[in-house]
């Protein structure tokens, strides 16, 4: 089916569904149609179950990398990371400073302290983690540069693509590639060098080599 009518077809299956009040099982390799139609969600990889969970869970709580970048379009942004601490307090740490020719930045983003309500953060700290930041997280908007404005990001614009309620924006910074989902009216154009930030309260990591979350 073409994209107008598999749209179509999901509004009529939906209907259907409600109608008959009965289980149904669907498959489908479309994120899009899982998480539009479905009450209760089974991500598998390889013929293994990777997570049961609702649309809502899986987006806002995926249980490793593989459920994270799989729900969710764009995809999630994955950035190799290290996790530092000081005092009390959580940063993600990313970037490629080089402290010889003082080239390059390594930013520090700070995470809330509810990231750390499991208590799992001690256990990685100095290590190298994977960060994760959805595209909707990350932001050019004036009132999020205000909101965040200890945390700004300098990024390179790549690319814009608008797609009339929104814009992506394809970013590079310090060679780390990063897709932002933001609102249409950003002026960021192709070879701008832009300040953007991300939602910390957002910000997702995961286990370098298990891939396993960290938290959410």
């Known amino acids: 089916m073409d994209a107008k009518l598999r749209a179509q077809m999901r509004t009529e299956l939906s209907k259907l569904h409600k109608k008959l009040g009965t289980t149904f099982i669907y498959v489908t ?17 390889d013929g293994l179950i990777q997570q049961v969970d609702t649309p809502h869970a899986l987006y806002d709580r995926p249980c490793n990398m593989f459920v994270a970048g799989f729900i969710g379009s764009p995809q999630m942004n994955f950035i190799e990371s290290k996790l530092i601490k000081k005092g009390e307090e959580y940063f993600v740490e990313f970037g490629s400073e080089d402290t010889k020719t003082t080239k390059g930045v390594k930013y520090q983003i700070k995470l809330p302290a509810e990231k750390n309500a499991s208590g799992k953060l001690a256990e990685y700290v100095d290590k190298e983690v994977v960060m994760g930041v959805r595209p909707e997280d990350v932001h050019d908007e004036p009132r999020y540069l205000e909101q965040f404005a200890d945390i700004k990001i300098k990024a390179d614009v790549e690319v814009t693509e608008l797609m009339g309620a929104e814009t992506y924006l394809y970013l590079n910074v310090e060679g780390v590639n990063i897709t932002a989902r933001v609102e249409p009216t950003s002026t960021a154009r192709p070879s701008d060098n832009i300040d953007i930030v991300f939602d910390n309260a957002k910000i997702h990591l995961f286990d370098k080599e298990t891939e396993i979350t960290i938290c959410n």
Not at 31 to 43: F, S
């Open 29 to 45: 390799h479309d994120q899009t149609e899982a998480m539009t139609m479905g009450d209760r969600i089974v991500v598998m990889k």
